[in-house]
């Protein structure tokens, strides 16, 4: 350890050195002490250079050039040494458990760092070489590990042009160059090597030998092939079983097929009554025509009759007219007498209105007078009578008023039975109430929020109809009040950059209808995408989702959907329905844009969604049978969706963004807008009638509650009363002064008023002798008029009369009028049919004579044809039914003869598959034993040839069978000692036989390049140098590969030449960000 820190402590004059002198002439001739070996170095496969940044602990370590055959990395511990070798096998598409250096890639990223790398440059020459016109003489690896763990690879040519980014290349690379990363024989961490080192489990050994020699790659292989065998046979066998039932159903559809010959009679038959039938028609068609030119002769001869009855009651009209004009004249004269008489009586009229009115006056004059006469009577004959009370009361004993007073207080308490009986009823009524007016409350609440609703769904409409009617020509005012604007906003952002690509949208405006009948069904289908809109990128759509929050301030946004914009459309044939009769959804769309259609194929698949126009053939399609290959669900004509195995109606009656007609689109507003304005002039009424329920309940309540506030009044009334009563004193005699003198006060106010009463009482019987008098001359006056009057009710009778008969021959004469008129038009309607009936005649002459040229004497009618044709064809369809139509059993039959034949050649196909995939498998499997045995021999002979360097003496078992693989090594020389297994060796000698055994496996195992990391850290000196003149020895007889040795000892006992290098790594300074190293050279 002492020696090594010397080493490191070493001034980099004295260090190695990467630069290496040319070697001279007598190097090339002979003058290396290898120089017996062969000069053929390695030309593709092996590692150029190798550079780390920021890898583990380091921030930077290499670039490191190798040379093409031994080349040694040494460094005390820490100086890198393991992290170079961690990045081979990492660069190189290696795990991270492979390294058993960590468990995960973010692991190998120095703490404090984003990110790591790792490049290693491949020689690339000679004829082997990869892709030599793409990458040149070598290949470059760039590995980038980030800080998550995330691995991502640039494949560079020799220029540093980076050719590929993907692992897939990699890994192509990998297999032509034959570099396995994870066999032990290519690289062998320190881990690794201790393992071997103190596994004591033979069948570890043998697993390495089998890895190593590929032979356990070639097993795997040659198992995948018998279990695919295996699974041959079984299909095979289920093709067999399926030959024997298609040959079945072949001789099934071959009987049907002979059964044709009674058809073809049956269908003769009725091919010959369809030839009588043809003519049969003609011949009833000639019928008709006859007997609709008779009835056209006999209406003709009928016509006079009407014309006659039109002339006579048109004279009768006119003398109607002339009677009527006589009457008229009558009866005007006496309207001006009339009319003279009318000023004098409205005059007389109202004189005696206004003596009517003076009288009444009088007489109201005259019954106040009355009453207030009254009245004082009636308080003297009270005063009086309380007078007498007095006098009676004091000359009385008190025993009638007791008796008064308890019938008075029993009367009072059954009154106030009653009041609580009302006031209990009172009560029931007032919370009947209440409720009602609750409820009416409610309702109204929830009627005012219905007309809050339709009122805001009014405003949308009315908005929308507004944009419409203003951009009739515009088809973009359907998708929305907002979109024409936010649309502008979008092209004044692309104007300014804010965008890397102008977002694409709303789809529904950049599609095209083929068949604008499926309009409603492409709706129905897309749904929300046909307001989306696509961007390109993320950045894009942050901008866009910003630009829509200007415009869209309350409710839903339009989606955004980012994918990547094409030029192209997808190649989706192998993917889509095709169906002979109906289109699908891409089909049917005319889509300029290929972003438009990528989009919709990416979000909804429309081109496996057939649109089928009607439901029922939808059904069919879809749910009958086998549906259509790639296809998911279907929709129809009027929205809506077929499934498989379920169907959905759609609740959208018609097309809103695809209709063709804006004028429709604006009426169908329109008609909607005023169904809701009659819907909501209902509701409003209705709202009135429950206000004015709850306005009469409210009114019901308060009377209810002044009802039952009066009887509580009169019920805490009557209650004091009846404590009055209860307490009552004796009354006490009265003086009876004060009385009288009142009644002598009234006595004189009583005469005052009679005589007042007296004058009132003539003024009205004066008034009323006037009124009277003047009432007299309006009679007289009326009589008079009344009297002419009575003269003109028989004039208006008799003119009422005519005037009656006058519309009565009107009428007539109308009838008989619109009687000819009808009797004229349904001649003309005969002669129409009949001109009908010719041309039909001519077609169904022309169309007999297509089905038959010959003109036939067909004595049934149609009729009976008829009937013998239903019957026939009946029981024609009964035999196809039974075998089958001549088409379909001719197609099953050679549908069935093809099927046949199909899997008769598959099953042969497969069984001589099997036959030769047997015989190519026996073949291989006895290369594969004969190659495990040369491999065997091989490691045997190899392994014994390097022990005997050191004059120690050994023996490889093989066992196959158990697969293990076991080592006995003889210390010394043969024959002293019995062989020893390796667990009883020293450390120095078990590290040598290990070497010894991995050395044997490098001769027969191919392999570009071999590294091994601290390989001798158990030898002792001796076993060291010996293990190391071996490995030197046998690398310089593979100068056509490469070593790497990974080692913490001094290599000073070496001299560096052409195919050796060494490689010294300084001691890491924590201090410094790169670790420098040197080349060493010889003096």
């Known amino acids: 350890m002492s020696k090594r820190k010397r080493n490191s402590r070493l001034t980099p004059d004295k260090r190695s050195r990467l630069s290496q002198p040319e070697p001279s002439e007598e190097d090339e001739t002979g003058g290396n002490v290898m120089s017996t070996s062969q000069s053929v170095i390695g030309e593709v496969g092996i590692i150029e250079s190798i550079s780390l940044k920021n890898f583990m602990c380091h921030s930077l370590l290499g670039p490191f050039e190798f040379g093409p055959n031994i080349n040694f990395i040494v460094g005390n511990n820490g100086s890198g040494k393991s992290a170079v070798l961690t990045a081979l096998i990492v660069a190189l598409g290696g795990k991270a458990l492979t390294t058993n250096r960590g468990s995960s890639l973010k692991g190998f990223v120095k703490e404090g760092e984003s990110s790591a790398d790792v490049s290693i440059t ?24 980030s800080s998550e763990g995330i691995r991502t690879y640039k494949l560079r040519s020799e220029t540093g042009h980076v050719v590929s980014s993907k692992k897939e290349e990699l890994s192509f690379i990998l297999d032509h160059f034959n570099i396995q990363v994870d066999n032990p024989v290519c690289i062998l961490t320190q881990d690794m090597s201790k393992h071997f080192l103190h596994s004591k ?35 095979v066998e289920k093709h067999r079983e399926t030959l024997q039932e298609l040959k079945r159903k072949l001789q099934e559809k071959e009987e049907s097929k002979k059964n044709l010959a009674s058809l073809d009679e049956m269908q003769q038959t009725l091919n010959e009554l369809n030839n009588q039938m043809a003519w049969a028609l003609v011949a009833e068609v000639e019928r008709e025509m006859k007997t609709m030119r008779e009835r ?22 006119q003398e109607a007219n002339r009677t009527c004009r006589e009457l008229q004249d009558q009866l005007e004269g006496v309207t001006v007498r009339m009319q003279q008489l009318q000023p004098q009586c409205a005059e007389l009229k109202k004189q005696a209105q206004a003596c009517s009115q003076v009288h009444k006056t009088a007489e109201a004059g005259l019954h106040r007078k009355k009453t207030n006469l009254r009245d004082l009577e009636k308080d003297k004959d009270q005063l009086n009578k309380r007078i007498r009370e007095l006098k009676h009361s004091i000359s009385q004993s008190n025993s009638a008023d007791t008796r008064a007073r308890v019938e008075r207080m029993n009367h009072i308490q059954t009154e106030l039975e009653d009041l609580s009986f009302q006031d209990s009823t009172l009560a029931q009524q007032i919370d009947q109430c ?13 009627m005012s929020h219905e007309e809050q609703d339709l009122q805001r769904a009014m405003e949308s409409k009315q908005r929308k109809l ?14 929305g009040e907002q979109m024409p604007a936010l649309l502008r906003a979008i092209d004044e952002a692309d104007r300014r950059c804010q965008f890397k690509r102008k977002p694409v949208g709303p789809l529904g405006f950049c599609i095209r209808l083929r068949n604008p009948e499926l309009g409603l069904a492409v709706e129905c289908c897309l749904k929300a995408l046909m307001l989306a809109f696509c961007c390109d990128n993320h950045a894009d759509e942050r901008e866009l989702q910003r630009i829509m929050s200007r415009h869209f301030q309350q409710g839903r946004r339009p989606q955004i959907i980012v994918s990547t914009f094409t030029n192209t459309v997808y190649d989706v044939r192998n993917g889509a329905v095709n169906h002979p ?8 769309l005319d889509i300029e844009n290929p972003v438009v259609a990528n989009c919709l194929i990416d979000m909804r698949g429309i081109e496996t969604i057939l649109l089928i126009k009607n439901a029922k053939d939808a059904r069919r399609v879809m749910q009958c049978g086998d549906r259509p290959l790639n296809c998911r669900e279907a929709f129809t004509r009027e929205g809506d969706q077929v499934y498989y195995n379920r169907y959905y109606s759609s609740e959208q009656d018609r097309a809103h963004y695809l209709s063709g007609d804006v004028e429709e689109e604006i009426r169908h507003l329109q008609s909607a807008l005023h169904a809701q304005r009659t819907q909501l002039d209902c509701l409003q009424q209705e709202m009135q009638e429950v206000t004015e329920d709850e306005r009469q309940h409210q009114t019901l309540l308060r009377k209810a509650h002044d009802d039952r506030k009066a009887g509580q009044k009169l019920s805490r009334r009557l209650k004091a009363e009846l404590t009055e009563l209860q307490n009552f004193e004796e009354p006490q005699s009265e003086d009876l002064k004060p009385l009288e003198e009142e009644l002598e006060e009234l006595s004189s106010r009583i005469s005052v008023c009679r005589e007042g009463f007296e004058v009132v009482r003539n003024q009205v019987l004066t008034h009323k002798k006037e009124y009277e008098e003047a009432e007299q001359l309006y009679r007289q006056q009326r009589e008079a008029f009344n009297s002419i009057a009575e003269e003109a009710e028989p004039i208006k009778e008799q003119l009422s009369n005519s005037d009656q008969k006058l519309e009565r021959s009107k009428h007539h004469k109308q009838h008989y009028e619109e009687k000819r008129k009808t009797h004229v038009d ?27 040229p010959e003109r036939l004497d067909v004595r049934k009618t149609a009729k009976s044809l008829d009937i013998e044709i239903s019957r026939l064809k009946h029981k024609i369809n009964t035999h196809q039914h039974q075998h089958g139509d001549r088409d379909t059993i001719v197609r099953q039959y050679c549908e069935a003869m093809d099927n046949f034949k199909k899997v008769d050649q598959q099953v042969k196909g497969m069984e001589a598959f099997i036959r030769q995939l047997t015989k190519v498998m026996d073949t291989r499997f006895r290369v594969y034993k004969e190659l495990r045995m040369y491999y065997s021999l091989g490691c045997k002979y190899n392994f014994n040839e390097t022990l005997s360097q050191r004059g120690y003496f050994g023996k490889i078992i093989f066992d196959h069978k158990n697969e293990t693989l076991s080592i006995s090594v003889q210390p010394g020389k043969s024959g002293k000692a019995d062989l020893s297994d390796m667990r009883s060796l020293s450390g120095g000698e078990r590290s040598f036989s290990t070497v010894c055994f991995l050395m044997s496996l490098w001769a027969i195992a191919e392999a570009r390049f071999h590294a091994m990391d601290e390989f001798d850290v158990y030898m002792d000196m001796v076993n060291r140098r010996i293990s190391m003149d071996m490995m030197l020895k046998i690398a310089d007889c593979k100068r056509h590969r490469q070593f790497i040795f990974l080692t913490p000892q001094s290599m000073s006992f070496l001299s560096e030449n052409n195919f050796i290098r060494i490689l010294q790594l300084k001691d890491p300074d924590r201090s410094q960000s790169a670790l420098p190293f040197t080349q060493r050279n010889p003096e």
């Open 434 to 446: 209440n409720q009602a007016s609750a409820a009416a409350k409610e309702k109204l609440t929830r």
């Open 581 to 588: 009769d109906y289109p699908t959804v891409l089909q049917a």
């Open 466 to 479: 507004a944009s419409m009617e203003s951009g009739r020509d515009n088809r973009l005012c359907r998708f």
């Open 826 to 852: 349904m001649i003309e309607t005969l002669k129409r049919n009949l001109n009908e009936k010719e041309q039909e005649l001519q077609a169904s002459i022309a169309k007999a004579s297509e089905i038959c």
């Open 122 to 145: 491949l020689k690339n020459r000679g004829h082997d070489a990869y892709k030599p016109e793409v990458f040149g003489k070598s290949i470059i690896i760039d590995l980038r590990i």
């Open 201 to 235: 489990r033979e069948s570890d050994k043998y697993k390495l030998f089998m890895k190593a020699t590929l032979l356990g790659q070639m097993k795997e292989d040659y198992s995948y092939i018998m279990i695919t065998k295996t699974m041959t046979e079984d299909t």
């Open 296 to 317: 056209i002769a006999a209406e003709e001869r009928s016509t006079v009759k009407y014309d006659q009855k039109v002339e006579e009651w048109e004279g009768k009209v």
